[in-house]
């Protein structure tokens, strides 16, 4: 079935048709050259609150967290966490420090007992030495002198003992033979006297023989054994001493260890006793608090190293958007950028431009504008739109971008061929054919 226009939607296209044919007068002056750009006001450098707990690995539950978007002074609480598991936690770490310190204290009671044993071994051994060496000097210097001595002296005994017996033996004999004895009293004083002098004869004979094993042989063994025992309690202490340096320096290495280990909880301990500070967060600075990931409940379990909020100071703000990939390459960092709130969108704010260096996976390049100076009205999160100024013609003719086909215009009822320049996608710059003032239609 054929439509056909209502008298009224005649009226509309003929009225609409009458005014794209009125002709549109060349103008002079100064066209921007843009890329368009949208999107919304966030905080330029915030300063944001991270949770940094590095020995607190309980539960995080929000007890009380302040509104998004409010107003938030320096010193504010704007977070505050249960405390229930970190005072639970804290018991728990204050009884094993003590059993820490108490270990600590025990080994140094330790190591001092055992550092006094071996000072006592190593004295013992070097006393045993000492004695050793003593007296193998004693048996050399005094002890062989005094056995010569006493040999020389008993030898020399027993010989004039038998010298003595063998001249009373004599005087028997003579005595006897003079005088006019029984036979069985001379009997019985010569046998005795002659068994004297045989016994003392006897007994010389062992004493040399005793003699000469005292020199070749007893004297040597004993010197022998003084000798090995003194070189035994010698290198007996000489073990001792290394023995006792090496314990010494291993007891030192040890107590470093130590020393280092129990400083090492002691910080940790410091540490999580001072993260009970941190369970209440507050507000860095006076501005807008901005939830992350929120907004947070009372109830919420929030992760460590987690940014949960930021506060964005007054008129701290910058504005974020995306530039197409089709015109990437025609714009560059440090390009001026007029943007209008979308609250107040004649207001136009001049700011520069700073560009990543990567695309995002869907929206294109993430622009940055960048203000010296920004209302106080305008707030994190509102919207707007702008553009990117590439270029800035000054003092050139322009025309509505329709008026011009396949690189001519119509001026009156003659088509006049032109040399058209950039534009700002409504108009567009007309380099030579056209004069200022004159009109053009619009086809």
């Not at 504010?76 to 820490?100: G, S």
Request: aromatic share 6%; with cysteine.
């Amino acid at each position: 079935m054929r439509r056909t226009l209502a008298p009224t939607a005649l009226a509309i296209w003929a009225l609409a048709a009458t005014v794209w044919a009125e002709p549109i007068e060349a103008k002079r002056g100064t066209l921007r050259v843009t890329v368009p750009l949208s999107g919304r006001f966030v905080p330029a450098d915030p300063a944001e609150l991270t949770l940094g707990f590095e020995q607190y690995r309980g539960p995080l539950e929000v007890e009380f967290a302040a509104e998004h978007g409010t107003w938030v002074n320096e010193g504010d609480v704007i977070l505050r966490f249960k405390r229930k598991a970190y005072e639970e936690e804290l018991a728990r770490r204050i009884l094993a420090m003590e059993r820490t310190e108490m270990a600590h204290r025990h080994y140094l009671a330790r190591a001092g007992m055992k550092a006094t044993q071996t000072a006592e071994k190593l004295a013992r051994a070097k006393r045993d030495a000492d004695r050793s060496i003593k007296r193998l000097k004693g048996f050399r210097e005094y002890e062989k002198a005094f056995r010569d001595e006493s040999e020389r002296l008993s030898e020399q005994s027993r010989k004039h003992r038998m010298e003595d017996q063998k001249d009373e033996l004599d005087q028997l004999l003579k005595m006897y033979s003079e005088d006019e004895l029984v036979d069985a009293t001379e009997e019985i004083v010569l046998k005795r006297q002659k068994r004297r002098y045989a016994q003392s004869v006897a007994n010389n004979e062992l004493g040399d023989r005793r003699r000469r094993y005292q020199k070749e042989w007893y004297q040597h063994w004993t010197e022998e054994d003084r000798v090995a025992d003194a070189e035994a309690k010698t290198a007996a202490f000489q073990r001792a001493v290394q023995s006792a340096e090496m314990e010494t320096e291993a007891a030192k290495a040890d107590l470093v260890q130590r020393e280092f280990d129990l400083g090492k909880k002691r910080e940790a301990f410091e540490k999580f006793r001072a993260e009970g500070e941190m369970l209440i967060v507050r507000a860095p600075a006076a501005g807008v608090l901005m939830h992350r990931g929120g907004p947070w409940k009372k109830g919420a379990v929030l992760k460590n190293r987690m940014t949960p909020a930021h506060v964005c100071p007054k008129g701290a703000l910058h504005f974020e958007g995306f530039v197409k990939e089709s015109d990437i390459l025609r714009v560059k960092a440090g390009l001026a950028c007029a943007i209008n709130p979308t609250a107040n969108a004649e207001q136009e704010l001049i700011g520069r431009l700073s560009l990543a260096f990567l695309p995002t996976p869907k929206m294109g390049f993430k622009a940055t504008v960048r203000f010296e100076d920004l209302p106080l009205s305008l707030r994190p999160g509102m919207t707007a739109k702008g553009a990117i100024v590439i270029e800035e013609l000054r003092d050139v003719i322009f025309v509505p971008v329709a008026a011009v086909r396949d690189g001519k215009v119509t001026v009156g009822e003659t088509e006049r061929e032109v040399v058209t320049g950039p534009t700002d996608g409504t108009h567009i710059v007309i380099r030579s054919g056209l004069e200022e003032g004159e009109k053009v239609s619009i086809p």
